[in-house]
């Protein structure tokens, strides 16, 4: 994968370049690595913008990192979740979505950063 944003004018064109970066936010987010990422965040948007189609999972998980360190407080990350939930549940139902999806379950791991549930718990329930 760092290979691939390294060079990446050569991936540019491929669709899973975008994914690549995302996936790249999420592994600096879980390694506590929140350095660069308003200037990711800030490139992978102008990357978006010139785009024909841009994934609505993209775009939340875009505001969703900006977000962290996620707040400590039950009754924020609930609050989080709650407001969230309603555009996962939209996103989930879009036909479009599920190639992007099909990749990484960017929902259920939204979910389990907001609920504390383990994302491999999330993951089991969601295949039973």
């Known amino acids: 994968m760092k290979q691939i944003?390294?060079?990446?004018?050569?991936f540019q064109m491929f669709p899973i370049?975008?994914?690549?970066?995302?996936?790249?936010?999420i592994?600096?987010?879980e390694s506590n690595d929140y350095d660069l990422l308003e200037n990711e965040i800030?490139?992978?948007?102008?990357a978006i913008r010139n785009e024909k189609h841009a994934?609505?999972?993209?775009?939340l998980i875009l505001k969703f990192v900006m977000l962290f360190p996620i707040p400590k407080y039950e009754k924020?990350?609930?609050?989080?979740?709650?407001?969230?939930e309603k555009i996962i549940d939209q996103i989930k139902d879009d036909k479009y979505e599920q190639h992007i999806l099909g990749i990484f379950d960017?929902?259920?791991?939204?979910e389990s950063r907001l609920t504390l549930?383990?994302?491999q718990d999330i993951m089991i329930k969601k295949n039973t």
């Open 76 to 84: 924020t990350r609930n609050m989080l979740w709650k407001k969230n």
């Open 27 to 29: 592994v600096n987010v």
């Open 117 to 119: 549930i383990p994302f």
């Open 42 to 46: 800030r490139s992978i948007k102008r």
């Open 55 to 59: 994934y609505k999972t993209e775009q």
């Open 106 to 110: 960017f929902l259920s791991w939204i």
């Open 5 to 10: 944003i390294m060079e990446g004018k050569l």
């Open 17 to 25: 370049y975008r994914t690549a970066r995302i996936l790249n936010l």
